[in-house]
């Protein structure tokens, strides 16, 4: 049984503001002020996304989904994706 197909985690951060310039989207939008990361990692993928705080709408982050082979990995990339939209510049 291939127990990797079925190991998944996810993590959210709450409150994030972003830098100057904000964040660029794959849907082409820039998000700007308070927002929300939240990264999935399933089937060796990592997925990230970002929503204003408190919208119900999400928005995936440019560049998403990364490779990350093991949850430590995935987990490094949603902290990278934090100070991401931190720094902003519309990164």
């Known amino acids: 049984m291939n127990t990797r197909a079925n190991t998944w985690a996810t993590w959210t951060t709450?409150?994030?503001?972003?830098?100057?310039?904000?964040?660029?989207?794959?849907?082409?939008?820039?998000?700007?002020?308070?927002?929300?990361?939240?990264?999935?990692?399933?089937?060796?993928?990592?997925?990230?996304?970002v929503q204003y705080v408190g919208a119900e709408d999400w928005y995936t982050l440019q560049g998403s989904p990364l490779p990350a082979g093991d949850e430590e990995t995935a987990r490094s990339l949603h902290q990278a994706a934090v100070k991401t939209v931190q720094r902003g510049r519309g990164a």
């Open 14 to 49: 709450e409150g994030i503001f972003s830098g100057h310039g904000g964040v660029q989207t794959q849907e082409g939008d820039v998000l700007q002020g308070e927002l929300t990361v939240h990264t999935t990692w399933s089937g060796g993928q990592a997925s990230i996304t």
